[in-house]
Structures are given as C-alpha cells and as structure tokens.
T-cell receptor, first 115, second 115 residues
Framework: AQTVTQSQPEMSVQEAETVTLSCTYD???????LFWYKQPPSRQMILVIR??????QNATENRFSVNFQKAAKSFSLKISDSQLGDAAMYFC????????????FGKGTRLSVIA | DGGITQSPKYLFRKEGQNVTLSCEQN?????MYWYRQDPGQGLRLIYY???????QKGDIAEGYSVSREKKESFPLTVTSAQKNPTAFYLC??????????????FGPGTRLTVT
C-alpha cells in the first residue's frame, strides 16, 4: 500500500521569507502523481501544485515550487515570499495513475506566518 | 454556480443514532469520495464510487455505509457501529475524462459531533 509521510507537524516562517515543507512517499509504482493541498482556517481544500512522476522538471506555480526527487521518493514544497494568507494546513498527496484511484494523504503540516 | 455541496456545515447527534451526511455535485463528475479528517491524522478514505450503483471501501469503512443511486449524489451514513464518529467529513469528486494529473474537487465539509 502506498503511504505518504509529512515529518513536520508544525512550521513557522517570517513574512516575506522562504519556507520548505517536506514530504516523502512509499510506492512500488513508476507512474503516479503528487499533489500539495492547502487547507486554510475555512477548512476548504485548495489544490496548490501538482507533479507528474514521469516529468523530471519540477512544477512551479507563482510563489510555490516543488523539489521532486523520484529516486529518493521525496516531494517538498517551497513557498517563496511568504504571505500572511499562506498560513494553513498543507497536505501532501499521492495518486497512482490508474483510473479514479483515490488520493492518499499525509498527516499534514501546519504553517504559521509571522508578521 | 457549479460545485460540491455538503450540508449541513455542523451536525449534532446523540450517541446510538444513525446520521446521514449529504454530498451533492453539479459538476457532472463520475467519481466521488468520502474522507474523514481528525486532528493530526490527515485525510483518511472512507468510501469512494467511480460510477453510479458502484462503490468501494476505503481504509476506514467500518461503521459507515454509502449509496450512489444518482450521479450527483453520494450520501454517507454514519451508523451507531462507528466507535468514534465525531470528526470533520469531506466529500470530493473528479470526472473520469479529466486529466489523471488533476486533483480532486472538494466540498466545504461537515463537522459531526456525537455526544
């Protein structure tokens, strides 16, 4: 079974600084997808960024980028120029590339942004 | 507006009573999912359905039941057999024809409290 591990239950960052959230996963599959979701205090889940495992290039979305290391099964999220609105729970998730298989989530990292 | 609706936002029940959580989507999505979220546990899969009249158990299906009689609706019943039903419940969906790399679309969630 696939598992996703987020080893940092809580992180904090100063406003305008950069922070990196860690995620590792375990799978025997070679074709899969990885995601980072944000859950603000409203508890609405918001997709932040996604990565296809067959792509070597790291995904970027504005201030958000990932460091995808397939051999190490590592998928970290970097947030640059942190803003107060970035404060939230962040979940790393994995999906095998097979039909509509569900996402497998890590336990999350709570990010605080200090003004 | 298209989206996923979960109602009510907050639900209170007495121990020993069954309760049904509503999830409706008007996105014409084929697959629907139910997750449970507890503090420090991330999102855990309860049930999912890829087509009407078909559904599969997730990792924590015991004490829960679902039905998928219509494409738009995927209600979750929390039975009295569920030992710790108090939690935040999230419903999600995605279309079969969407790119595999796309994530799931989430509803706003229902907070169930059982006393």
């Amino acid at each position: 079974a696939q598992t996703v591990t987020q080893s940092q239950p809580e992180m904090s960052v100063q406003e305008a600084e950069t922070v990196t959230l860690s995620c590792t996963y375990d799978t025997s599959e070679s074709d899969y997808y990885l995601f980072w979701y944000k859950q603000p205090p409203s508890r609405q889940m918001i997709l932040v960024i996604r990565q296809e495992a067959y792509k070597q290039q790291n995904a970027t979305e504005n201030r958000f980028s990932v460091n995808f290391q397939k051999a190490a099964k590592s998928f970290s999220l970097k947030i640059s120029d942190s803003q107060l609105g970035d404060a939230a729970m962040y979940f790393c998730a994995y999906r095998m590339n097979s039909g509509n298989t569900p996402l497998v989530f890590g336990k999350g990292t709570r990010l605080s942004v200090i003004a | 507006d298209g989206g996923i609706t979960q109602s009510p936002k907050y639900l209170f029940r007495k121990e020993g009573q069954n309760v049904t959580l509503s999830c409706e989507q008007n996105l014409n999505h084929d697959a629907m999912y139910w997750y449970r979220q507890d503090p420090g546990q991330g999102l855990r899969l309860i049930y999912y359905s890829q087509i009407v009249n078909d559904f599969q158990k997730g990792d924590i299906a015991e004490g829960y039941s679902v039905s998928r009689e219509k494409k738009e609706s995927f209600p979750l019943t929390v039975t009295s057999a569920q030992k710790n039903p108090t939690a935040f419940y999230l419903c999600a969906s995605r279309p079969n024809r969407d790119l595999p790399s796309s994530g799931q679309y989430f509803g706003p969630g229902t907070r169930l409290t059982v006393t």
